[in-house]
C-alpha cells in the first residue's frame, strides 16, 4: 500500500502556517497558541466555512480564494503598497489603479498594521520632555501614546526594549515640541526609519520574522538552529534581499519540519517492527511504500510523528501547550498506487475507462486519526 500525507494540506503550507500562527503567537504575545489574532485564524480557521485565512482576504477583495493566497504570502514575505496594489489588478482587471490602491492599503492597514519607527536620541529626549510636561498634549493624544508605548512593551523581547512610535504620533509630538519650545524640532530627526515594526494589524506581531531574517548575528531557523546561506548574512549584505531572507525563516523552518517528521516516521518504523519505506517527498507531500498488513499502522506512525513534530517547534517557540487541532495531520491517504487524491479514478485518453473499471483498482482512504484509531481498533503500534 501507498501511505503518504494529504497533499497541499501539512507540510509546506502548515510549515508557513505554524510560523505565523505559532511564532507569531509564541513571543512576544505569550506562551498560548492563538493568543494573536492571525494564530487565532489559523487555529479555528475552516477552509470549507469560509472562514480561514485566504478565504476571508478573497471575499474582502473580491478575487478567488487562490489568488487570495498569492497576495497574503506576498505580503506576509514583505510585499508591500506597489506589488500589493499590482497584484490586485493582475487578478481582478476591473480594478482601476485608484481603486486597487486604496483596497492594497486597506489590506496592509489591517493585516500588516501601521509602521512604527524606533526612537532616535532626539526621539527618546522629545519622549522624556512630554513625560515631564503631560498637561500640554490632549487626552486623545495621550491615549494613543499610551497605547503604542503599551505594544513597545509587549514588543521588548524582540526589539532590545526599544521605543517604536508610529510617524503620525510622533508628528503630533513634533509639532507640540516646536510651539512650546522653538522652531529647532522641526529640523530634527526623531525617528530612524530604517528600523521599524508594525503596530493594530492581525499580523503585526509576525514582526518577529524579520527580526530573525534581520538578526546582526547569523539568522537562524527557531526549530533547529540551521543557519542562513552566507550570501545572505546581514553584516555582508546589509538590508538587501530583505524578503528573500524573511521568506528564508519560513522556507527553511519548513524543511526543519521535513526532516523532523522524516526522522520521527524512520524511528517508530523501526521501533515497531513496521515493514515501510520512504519512497518520494514532493514539496508537501511524503509518501511511503508500506506492506499490506502494516498500513494502517504506518498511517498512525504519520499521525504520530506529526504530533513529535509539532511539539518540538512549540517548545523551541517557548510554548508548553498543543491544540489538538494542529496535533495530528488532517488526514493520511492510504492507497494502492500513486495519485493526488484517493478518490480520483485517473481517467484518461488512453485509460478511458478508468482505474476500477479497467485494473480493478479500488480508491484509497483519507483518515484522520480518529478513522484510524477505529481501523486498528487499538490507540497502540504494536502488531496484534
Not at 23 to 31: A, F, I, M, V
Not at 236 to 248: E, I, Y
Not at 360 to 384: A, M, N, R, Y
Request: aromatic share 8%; proline share 3%; charged share 25%.
Amino acid at each position: 500500500a501507498v501511505v503518504s500525507t494529504q497533499s497541499d494540506r501539512e507540510l509546506m503550507d502548515s510549515g508557513e502556517r505554524l510560523l505565523e500562527g505559532i511564532g507569531e503567537s509564541g513571543r512576544p504575545l505569550g506562551t498560548v497558541h492563538g493568543s494573536s489574532p492571525l494564530g487565532w485564524m489559523c487555529l479555528q480557521g475552516d477552509k470549507s466555512l469560509g472562514t480561514d485565512m485566504h478565504s476571508r482576504t478573497a471575499e474582502a477583495i473580491g478575487i478567488s480564494r487562490h489568488n487570495a493566497k498569492v497576495v497574503n504570502y506576498a505580503r506576509i514575505y514583505g510585499a508591500g503598497l506597489g506589488l500589493t496594489q499590482k497584484l490586485l489588478q493582475t487578478f481582478n482587471p476591473q480594478l482601476d489603479a485608484k481603486e486597487a490602491k486604496r483596497k492594497a492599503a486597506q489590506i496592509l492597514e489591517s493585516t500588516k498594521g501601521v509602521k512604527m519607527q524606533r526612537l532616535t536620541a532626539a526621539g527618546m529626549l522629545s519622549l522624556d520632555i512630554f513625560n515631564k510636561h503631560l498637561t500640554i498634549i490632549s487626552p486623545e493624544l495621550k491615549e494613543q501614546l499610551a497605547i503604542e508605548l503599551s505594544y513597545c512593551e509587549e514588543m521588548s523581547s524582540y526589539t532590545n526594549s526599544n521605543v517604536y512610535l508610529t510617524k503620525k504620533t510622533v508628528e503630533a509630538l513634533r509639532q507640540l515640541l516646536t510651539k512650546e519650545w522653538g522652531g529647532k524640532w522641526s529640523y530634527t530627526s526623531l525617528q530612524d526609519p530604517s528600523d521599524y515594526i508594525y503596530y493594530g494589524g492581525t499580523e503585526s506581531h509576525i514582526t518577529a520574522l524579520e527580526f530573525i531574517a534581520n538578526s546582526s548575528s547569523v539568522p537562524r531557523t527557531p526549530a533547529l538552529d540551521c543557519a542562513i546561506a552566507k550570501s545572505l548574512q546581514p553584516d555582508l549584505v546589509g538590508q538587501d534581499f530583505a524578503m528573500s531572507r524573511t521568506n528564508w525563516v519560513v522556507q527553511s523552518s519548513a524543511v526543519d519540519y521535513l526532516h523532523l517528521l522524516l526522522t520521527n516516521s524512520n524511528w517508530l518504523f523501526k521501533e515497531y517492527n513496521i515493514d515501510a519505506r520512504f519512497i518520494l517527498s514532493i514539496h508537501d507531500e511524503v509518501r511511503y511504500l508500506v506492506r499490506s498488513k502494516d498500513r494502517y499502522r504506518a498511517a498512525l506512525v504519520l499521525h504520530v510523528s506529526n504530533l513529535y513534530t509539532r511539539s518540538m517547534f512549540a517548545y523551541k517557540l517557548g510554548m508548553r501547550d498543543l491544540p489538538n487541532s494542529v496535533a495530528f495531520f488532517s488526514a493520511v491517504d492510504v492507497d494502492w498506487v500513486m495519485r493526488k487524491e484517493v478518490d480520483l479514478d485517473c481517467r484518461s485518453p488512453s485509460n478511458q475507462n478508468g482505474l476500477r473499471e479497467t485494473y480493478g483498482i479500488p480508491f484509497g482512504e483519507s483518515l484522520d486519526i480518529h478513522e484510524v484509531l477505529d481501523k486498528l481498533k487499538s490507540t497502540s503500534l504494536v502488531d496484534t
